[in-house]
């Protein structure tokens, strides 16, 4: 008899809807050979991909009134007003208080300091308004006045500190002020596209993914960093261990900036205090093949690299951290996961020593994410705060980078996604992803 599969999950289909949560009681097989190419066609497909960005040619960023994508291609936190924990659920560097006016909030991770809010080593409950004159909480995203791109470096080394200057270093895991730049690799896009692909290629009765939930981010989120210290030229660490951020340094009267070294995980930026502020970045993914598992572990994984650092920025997990309440209540995964945190703190230690000349908890104002941050004492005379709509970004060069609103960036992001798969599929996935075919039994 002939049997259309496709109303025979669907039957199936309802009935699971019924069952308990949890439960699948039906689940659709691969397709056949016979009926698909397979994914086996596409083993190379990031490489067929990066072949053809790369003949677009690379180095540009759009504003939104540019021609489409495609065109172009042819880029220690102490002090709590509250302990509710932020909402894991909310994607990192999106989140809002989860109670209105609370402006600092107890995380695994150490904290999330929302503007007004600055976070300073001394665990002062400082605002921006005790530091800076002119200020006012931003609603939206915020797009750059401009953009200088320049190049990292290419190995995992900065200019050592000199004696004579004032080391001072900011580590977070996110920057809560929203921009208007995404900013990401040709490899990146790749992986997204590969990932799509094979997804769809395999998939079961969940149905075909849509490219819209494949998009690159590539989002650039904005740090205050307000610099008091006159005792002596500062030379100034900024890392960001979870994305990437744009560092506006402020800096007080008589304050002199001597050198800023950036360590990211991507495309990071700085605003300048001064023009020609000597400044040096890397993305820690360029000399970190695999940092999971213990030393030992991550080790025999870069062995075989020639360029391995051990220089993602992990901070060492502190009595506050929600984290650490929740091992000492238990010997469950918080606990393993502490101790996992200490030893990957320890590597990363022991590279900045090699790198800076001192630990990486020297002089360190740290928290899991923020809008502001303060180093040194609070100023005799408050700064004129700059926002970042009157500031030109000092932007690490990538492939690809859109400064426009949440909706356009994500058309122009789906207009190069898309047009890319229509080039490596011959004008459509569809093509070579046909739908379930009726068998005959």
């Known amino acids: 008899m002939t049997v259309n599969k496709d109303n025979f999950y669907k039957r199936l289909e309802k009935i699971e809807s019924k069952s308990p949560k949890g439960k699948k009681t039906v689940k659709r097989p691969r397709k056949q050979a016979t009926t698909r ?6 083993a190379g497909i990031g490489v067929v991909i990066l072949v053809l960005l790369a003949g677009g040619g690379a180095g540009y960023y759009f504003r939104a009134n540019l021609s489409p994508v495609f065109a172009r291609v042819k880029q220690s936190f102490t002090s709590l007003q509250a302990m509710n924990t932020v909402d894991p659920t909310t994607p990192k560097g999106d989140q809002t208080p989860l109670v209105p006016g609370v402006l600092r909030e107890a995380s695994l991770y150490g904290g999330f300091v929302h503007s007004p809010a600055v976070v300073s080593a001394d665990s002062q ?3 921006v308004a005790d530091i800076a004159s002119g200020f006012s909480v931003s609603s939206g995203s915020v797009a750059p006045k401009d953009l200088i791109l320049f190049d990292r470096n290419t190995t995992c080394e900065f200019r050592a500190p000199k004696r004579s200057e004032k080391f001072y270093s900011v580590n977070l895991d996110y920057g809560l002020i ?3 730049v995404r900013a990401f690799s040709d490899t990146e896009v790749a992986s997204k596209l590969k990932a799509f692909i094979k997804w769809n290629m395999n998939f079961s009765y969940t149905g075909k993914a849509k490219l819209e939930k494949y998009l690159v981010s590539g989002k650039v989120n904005a740090v ?31 304050v002199k900036i001597a050198h800023i070294a950036v360590n990211s995980p991507g495309v990071s ?22 940092d999971k598992g213990n030393s030992s572990q991550r080790n025999a994984a870069n062995k075989n690299s020639a360029t391995f650092c051990d220089a993602r920025p992990w901070r060492k997990p502190k009595e506050h951290w929600v984290q650490w309440i929740k091992a000492d209540r238990s010997d ?7 101790d996992t945190f200490f030893e990957k703190a320890r590597a990363y230690d022991k590279w900045f020593r090699t790198v800076f000349g001192q630990g990486a908890e020297e002089n360190l104002t740290e928290a899991e994410a923020a809008a502001h941050v303060l180093l040194g004492p609070l100023p005799k005379q408050r700064i004129p705060y700059r ?27 789906f207009a190069l996604q898309n ?23």
């Open 37 to 42: 190419t397979g994914y086996g066609r596409f």
């Open 178 to 180: 929203k921009t208007q």
């Open 224 to 254: 205050d960093v307000f610099v008091t210290d006159t005792t002596a030229p500062v030379y100034l660490v900024l890392q960001s261990f979870g994305v990437p951020v744009i560092w506006n340094v402020h800096t007080a009267e008589n």
């Open 387 to 413: 926002p970042l709509a009157d500031s030109v970004v000092h932007l690490v060069r990538t492939d690809h980078v859109i400064v426009a609103d949440e909706t356009e960036s994500k058309k122009q992001v």
């Open 332 to 338: 469950g995964p918080y606990r393993n996961q502490r």
């Open 125 to 127: 409950d400082y605002l």
């Open 269 to 290: 930026g700085v605003v300048l205090p001064v023009q020609n502020t000597p400044v040096e970045a890397i993305n820690f993914k360029d000399f970190l093949i695999s």
């Open 419 to 441: 047009a890319i798969l229509d080039r490596i599929t011959d004008g459509g996935f569809d093509k070579i992803n046909p739908g379930y075919m009726e068998v005959t039994q």
